[in-house]
Each structure stands twice: as C-alpha cells, then as structure tokens.
C-alpha cells in the first residue's frame, strides 16, 4: 500500500496553464507537506498544514495555492505556469510537526 | 543565517568499504538532525534521525554521529551495497518553525562493484 501518493506523476505543460498537483496520505498523519526540487536536487520547502490550517507559508508566488479537503489530502493548484516553475514536486506527511517527513514519488513538472 | 551544508558533493566508495558522509550546521539552537536517501526518480527516504541530546545513534548498518562543539553531523554506512547508491540529506527544522525542514544540498554517494 502506498502511504504517500502523488498524481500525476509527470505533468507537461504549456506557458501561463492553470494546473493541480493531486496528493494523498493514508498514514492517519496530521501534518502534509509540499516541496519543489530544483534542477541540482536542491530541496526546499513551499508549504504545509496541520489539521487544515495553513502553518508554513514559504516566500513562494502566489500563484501556488495549497488545498486541503480533509486531513488526508493536500492538493497543490498553480496558476499562470512559468519556465521557472519546472521542477519535481513532492508532498510528504509527519505524525505531528516535529517529526521526520514520509515522502511520495513525486511529480516532475515540465512547463515548456 | 541558518544553514545546513555538505563537505562533499560526491562520494565513490568500492562495494563492501564503509562510507561516511558530512554535513556542517550554523545554527546552534537545533535539536534535531535527520538523514533522508533519494534514489533516482523518487522521493527521499528517511534513514535515521537524532536529537541533540545524544552523540550517537545507530540503525541497521547506518550510524549517525553529532558534535555539538564543532556543529558537525555525520552519517556512516556500513559494509556499503551497491543499493546504498543514491543521494543522501541532511535536515534540520528551522528555528521555531519545526516542520520547516531544511535540507542540506546534498552528497551522491556511487558504489562500485
């Protein structure tokens, strides 16, 4: 069973596309998570929320938009794709926010 | 400011040679290290984690050492495997925001048989 899924997996898209990122934890977490990984595998945080309400918001444009139905889910929406916005995206999940992060597999995300 | 580094970027060790990986931390107050693996095309993988009131903690044929004094982490493997190639990183959580995990840049790790 995946514990933490991410769909799709790779998403390629043209210039100034609206898109969403689809994740799912089924490990009963409270916290999730989302990151973009750049091109030299540099990690870095964007968001994340516990028991739906916003707790890290990161320096990124506002064009990205978290959404969370329900503690199990946590979508990440994208308005207005940019160049800059290629990257791998990876949502993660924590029993409770001090402790360490389980990943999912990813979504590279081509804007072209 | 706040940050977690690498001495290397890259390691190549011969299968069955013990690997050790660097990682320097600037901010004092943190308390709690963790070590992930990124193998190609997936997401990273806890390995272990430490907190700051212990020098050493081990898993399966992984040991991770802290030196507060020198703010200074490592992650030693054993009897490396040709599995154990990937990317490894070192995090902490930043100041008080816990779940804001910082990680390090990272060190490839390539195993050769």
């Known amino acids: 069973d995946t514990a933490v899924s991410q769909t799709p997996k790779y998403l390629v898209t043209q210039m100034g596309n609206d898109k969403s990122i689809k994740c799912e934890q089924n490990?009963?977490?409270?916290?999730m998570y989302w990151y973009k990984q750049d091109s030299k595998k540099f990690l870095k945080i964007m968001f994340s929320y516990n028991n739906k309400e916003l707790i890290i918001n990161e320096t990124v444009p506002n064009r990205f938009s978290p959404k969370s139905p329900d503690k199990a889910h946590l979508n990440l929406h994208i308005n207005s794709l940019e160049l800059g916005d290629s990257a791998v995206y990876f949502c993660?999940?924590?029993?409770?926010?001090?402790?360490?992060?389980?990943f999912g597999p990813g979504t590279r995300l081509t804007v072209l | 400011g706040e940050s977690v580094g690498l001495h290397l970027p890259t390691l190549s060790v011969q299968e069955g040679d013990n690997s050790i990986i660097n990682c320097a931390y600037s901010n004092s107050a943190s308390d709690y290290f963790i070590w992930y693996k990124q193998e190609s095309g997936k997401g990273p993988q806890f390995i272990i984690d430490i907190r700051s009131n212990m020098d050493k903690r081990q898993g399966q044929r992984v040991t991770v050492l802290l030196n507060k004094t020198v703010k200074h982490l490592s992650l030693q493997i054993a009897a490396t495997q040709p599995g154990d190639s990937a990317v490894y990183f070192c995090a902490e959580p930043l100041g008080g925001s816990q779940g804001n995990l910082i990680f390090g840049k990272g060190t490839k790790l390539s195993v050769k048989p």
């Open positions: 490990l009963g977490h409270d916290t």
């Open positions: 993660a999940s924590s029993q409770n926010y001090n402790e360490w992060q389980f």
